[in-house]
């Protein structure tokens, strides 16, 4: 059994392995299937100051291996979370990430300060939701306004700050980049791609919303691709996600530089993808003698 | 309740042009079933798994009914007598059922038949199970609601067999009639719109089952949309969790 934990800013993952924001809810569904306490975190779904309705549907497509999705944040709002979800949430033996996003820097910096006096362990701070119109993707894509947003959250936190990072702009080491000298204690990328299926017999797009968030296997050389350059660019750890769906996925994300892997469309192929990855990551490295896990982070040896 | 595992099917047919129907060994599936709930069924090589209603449920085994729509549901069908099937079940809020209900009416709409007959077997005689094709060639499970005891009404869009026409015409006639307790009903958008229409109309208290893409299946994903009211107020509701059945007056069509 090879030592499978790991540790971000500070914080304890039993394992580096993380259900990604949004496909997870609070965890209530799927602790139905396993114990909650097998997964290194939980990434919650976004949480917005308000409510959100989110957009109409269909919010869902098939892809070629992969799905595309268009829920547009819809979510109780940061009250509920603290009041309902995060009390049982600490109560399961993981680390819990808090992911929230804003239409604006003030609202993120006050959905954080909310958090401020909870025990939640970390924020993950959503600047790439490409499925609202205001903010999400628009911070997301340019360095000033990923360091503005990153900025005044920094400023009411004192809880470890992953800010999750959009791979639909040009270099993500550049934004990787500004967010770290705002004050960022990590990064987690990628998002979803931004992408859109038609239905050739209507002429409509599938999704209500035309286009939408595109993850699942086929996603995942491009995640290689960009914790490998965002790794190579900044000093914090990077957390990885984007198509994993087997633990020699996971294996692969860490060597490319991830301390930690989030797992997302993968547990709607399989619901035990998160605790299966964790099981078949443990095999891999008893199969290769390596001790920990932490012993092959960032160990990719580039041509 | 719900359980993830591959599945033995002991029974397949082809019932109509691209139509199949399977018999799913799933002891404790069936145990936790209810009608009006369904499967998530895996795909092999898709991502997303495909919800299927629920058909029949036995003692030890479950039947679905379900019709090849695309790429997904295609390669489930490749499937074999004797193969695993991987399932995710049994999920979502099924039909309210009430033992002291003296008269009910039944009505699907294409594939959205098939959720129909276990309410038949629940019922016997005191449902009228109404059923619209668009024409012959697409009938199915006929005999096996005749089997259930219950009343049949068979409609086709062109007429070529049963009432030429649609099911709402005989509902308004079993409605102006009197006597109807309940309607459950599942198919096609605008036709449960009619169906909740003539229900409000008469006071009749009326399910219906709806359908929508859809990931994770149980609540988590947040994906299949619908716009209800609750206690005066618009809300999304999610197909696979607050439903598929809902009460027809949530549902904003």
């Avoid at chain 2, 959720?115 to 038949?120: C, E, F, K, R, V």
């Avoid at chain 2, 909740?196 to 994770?216: D, T, V, Y």
Wanted: proline letters at 5%.
């Amino acid at each position: 059994m090879a030592d499978l934990s790991v540790k971000v800013c500070g914080v304890d993952f039993k394992n580096p392995i993380i259900p990604a924001s949004g496909v997870f809810g609070y965890g209530r569904e799927y602790e139905k299937l396993f114990p909650l306490n097998k997964l290194g975190g939980i990434a919650t779904k976004g949480t917005t100051l308000h409510l959100r309705t989110g957009n109409l549907a269909p919010r869902i497509a098939e892809t070629p291996a992969g799905m595309l999705n268009s829920v547009g944040l819809q979510n109780p709002g940061i009250d509920h979370f603290i009041e309902t979800e995060l009390p049982y949430l600490l109560t399961k033996d993981v680390a819990v990430l808090a992911n929230i996003a804003g239409s604006t820097p003030e609202e993120c910096a006050q959905v954080a300060e909310k958090l401020e006096a909870t025990d939640v362990h970390m924020i993950e701070l959503n600047i790439s939701c490409p499925n609202v119109k205001q903010g999400g993707a628009a911070f997301g894509t340019s360095c000033e306004m990923a360091a503005e947003v990153t900025r005044q959250v920094r400023k009411v936190t004192t809880k470890p700050l992953v800010v999750k990072l959009s791979p639909n702009v040009t270099s993500i080491a550049d934004i990787a980049k500004s967010v770290e000298a705002a004050g960022a204690d990590a990064v987690s990328l990628i998002n979803t791609l931004l992408g859109m299926r038609i239905d050739i017999n209507t002429g409509r797009p599938i999704l209500r919303n035309n286009v939408g968030g595109m993850s699942g296997p086929a996603v995942f050389p491009i995640a290689v691709r960009m914790v490998w350059q965002v790794a190579n660019a900044v000093k914090i750890p990077v957390i990885g996600m984007g198509g994993v769906s087997s633990g020699r996925d996971a294996i692969e994300l860490m060597m490319a530089g991830a301390s930690a892997v989030q797992v997302g469309a993968a547990i709607f192929t399989d619901p035990y993808a998160p605790v299966r990855i964790v099981e078949e990551m443990n095999e891999f490295l008893d199969s290769k003698g390596i001790a920990s896990v932490c012993d092959i982070i960032g160990t990719v040896k580039p041509w | 309740m719900y359980f993830q595992d591959k599945y033995r099917i002991v029974s397949k047919k082809a019932i109509g042009r691209d139509i199949y129907s399977f018999e799913i060994y799933c002891p404790e599936v069936a145990k936790a079933a209810v009608p009006g709930q369904f499967v998530h069924i895996r795909a092999n090589g898709f991502t997303l798994r495909r919800p299927i209603s629920i058909c029949g449920i036995g003692e030890d085994t479950l039947r679905i009914v379900f019709e090849i729509r695309g790429e997904g549901t295609a390669e489930i069908a490749r499937l074999n007598e004797g193969d695993l099937i991987d399932m995710l079940a049994p999920l979502g809020h099924g039909f309210s059922l009430d033992p002291y209900l003296k008269k009910v009416v039944l009505i699907g709409g294409g594939i959205g038949t098939p959720p129909m007959l276990p309410l038949a077997k629940y019922y016997g005689s005191r449902a009228v199970a109404i059923s619209g094709f668009r024409n012959a060639s697409a009938v199915i499970l006929q005999e096996d609601f005749k089997k259930t005891g219950a009343e049949t009404i068979l409609c086709t869009d062109d007429g070529s067999t049963g009432i030429h026409g649609f099911v709402t015409e005989p509902l308004k006639e079993l409605a102006a009639k009197g006597g109807i307790d309940a309607v459950y009903a599942c198919g096609p958008m605008p036709m449960l719109k009619n169906i909740a229409a003539i229900c409000k109309e008469n006071g009749i208290f009326c399910e219906i089952s709806l359908e929508e893409r859809m990931a994770c299946g149980i609540g988590a994903c947040l994906g299949c949309a619908c716009r209800t009211v609750r206690n005066d107020e618009e809300y999304f509701a999610h197909v696979c969790k607050d439903g598929p059945v809902f009460n027809a007056e949530e549902v904003l069509f």
